[in-house]
């Protein structure tokens, strides 16, 4: 009698594994990077446009700009005032008091200005343009301008983008001129440097260049931050637990973003200046 060999157990489905799970989430961010550059460029072609509606223009302005001068005016005056105060031992000790200005004005107008004042402005102003669009998108009214027949991108992100492009610069000149003055008090008022000094130090020091890295690090910030802010709106999740996400999301990428785009701009410039004035390096008139 034949023996009956018994039947082999079915194979179950491998578990996704960790290459697997990687991969996917590098698919989704580059997917979501491809339509953020999509947008992007939708939102930059609305600027240039004659849909782009002046009023709008004028009020984004006003709101990021005019509501937002008391707060950085205060955060640049306190952050000069701490950076003083924090630097004024180690300069004590080897001598090198006369240029405590220097180095703190150049850190201000190169480094702290710019990125204060975005970091500043993507909690504030950000935050509340993508909780604006999101709930545009909840309350179905961006669907609505779609039915029109108006592009809800050019219409609604072009004025946002330009108005932070044109403004910010000005907030960091504001944050810049704050924090050189909180950083003058503190250093000729509470530790009686020699003013004279003081100023000539920072006038051989701090160049134009200096201003004009700054000044072009925040209209890249400004403009960075309205894209990320406005297009985690527009890609909100329902109700209003995806509202609060959408502007949790904005704040947190545009944080990175201007961290991130600070530290390559920081790398070129000092190549730039490096190659067109190789003796002075960055000291350039």
């Not at 955060?75 to 000069?80: E, L, V």
């Not at 297009?231 to 996400?245: I, Q, T």
Request: glycine share 10%.
């Amino acid at each position: 009698m034949a023996s009956v060999s018994a039947a082999p157990a079915p194979i179950a489905p491998a578990e996704p594994g960790f290459l697997r799970n990687v991969g996917e989430a590098l698919a989704d961010n580059f997917a979501g990077l491809g339509d953020w550059t999509i947008f992007s460029a939708r939102a930059i072609s609305g600027v240039v446009s004659r849909h782009l509606k002046i009023n709008e223009l004028i009020r984004v302005c006003v709101e990021v700009g005019v509501s937002s001068v008391g707060v950085i005016a205060i955060t640049g005056t306190f952050i000069g005032m701490v950076l003083a105060v924090q630097a004024y031992n180690q300069f004590h000790m080897i001598g090198l008091d006369t240029s405590l200005g220097a180095v703190i004005h150049m850190s201000v107008v190169r480094e702290l200005g710019p990125v204060l004042a975005a970091v500043m402005l993507a909690g504030r102003v950000g935050t509340a343009m993508a909780a604006q669009l999101a709930t545009m998108r909840v309350t179905e009214q961006i669907d609505a301008l779609a039915c029109l027949g108006v592009d809800p991108v050019k219409y609604l992100v072009a004025p946002r983008f330009l108005g932070c492009l044109l403004v910010i610069p000005l907030l960091t000149v504001l944050a810049d001129a704050m924090g050189v003055v909180g950083s003058t008090l503190i250093s000729l008022k509470v530790y009686h440097i020699d003013s004279f000094h003081y100023w000539r130090h920072t006038a051989n020091y701090v160049k134009q260049w200096d201003l004009l890295v700054g000044l072009g690090k925040s209209v890249i910030f400004g403009g960075v931050l309205a894209l990320i802010c406005c297009h985690r709106g527009f890609h909100s999740r329902p109700g209003a637990e995806g509202v609060g996400r959408a502007a949790t999301e904005g704040f947190v990428l545009s944080f990175v973003a201007i961290l991130v785009i600070d530290f390559i701009l920081a790398m070129l410039s000092t190549a730039i200046a490096t190659l067109f004035w190789p003796a002075s390096g960055a000291k350039v008139a």
